[in-house]
């Protein structure tokens, strides 16, 4: 599998909350974070790469093992990338989301998941080249996997007009 750099990205794809995505083809992949956090991955060699959306840091049992959680995303998406012939020494991460209101809770869920995965990343030995966290505001993003290039658009506050044109269920 690989993607052509040269190429623009022709597919859109919304990434779900407690959801990973590996495209075979070039990609625009966009998400909305408020204390969520995404992580993209890029093999700067192969020019493929993936995303995933998380909503709390660690699944502490078996039963809560999935993409929901940062831990068995990333190494999930780092496990799709390497079975995809990306190299671990090649890859680069970018963290996004993880923003805090307090009026909203008094845990701050943001910082532990980018706390997180900086951990998961640096542990895994994979280059965090960019960050966009922690902070009050949402953020809508778009990573384009073909060239590793990212739109971080930050919001006051989450409308149901954010997601848009991504109302379909996929």
Not at 40 to 51: F, H, N, P, V
Not at 158 to 170: G, T, V
Request: net charge positive.
């Amino acid at each position: 599998m690989s993607q052509n750099s040269s190429t623009p990205a022709p597919i859109d794809y919304f990434l779900k909350p407690g959801f990973i995505y590996l495209p075979a083809k070039p990609t625009a992949i966009s998400t909305v974070l408020g204390s969520s956090v995404a992580v993209s991955l890029w093999d700067r060699s192969l020019k493929i790469g993936g995303m995933n959306h998380f909503l709390y840091p660690y699944a502490d049992t078996k039963e809560k093992a999935t993409a929901q959680y940062g831990n068995i995303a990333i190494v999930t998406l780092i496990r799709m990338m390497k079975s995809n012939g990306a190299d671990l020494s090649k890859m680069r991460a970018q963290i996004f989301g993880g923003a805090f209101n307090p009026k909203e809770s008094s845990r701050n869920v943001g910082r532990e998941n980018f706390k997180a995965a900086r951990d998961i990343l640096n542990g895994s030995r994979i280059k965090i080249i960019s960050e966009d966290i922690g902070g009050e505001l949402g953020r809508k993003v778009v990573f384009n996997t073909a060239t590793c290039e990212i739109v971080i658009l930050k919001v006051d506050r989450l409308r149901n007009s954010d997601w848009y044109p991504y109302r379909s269920e996929r």
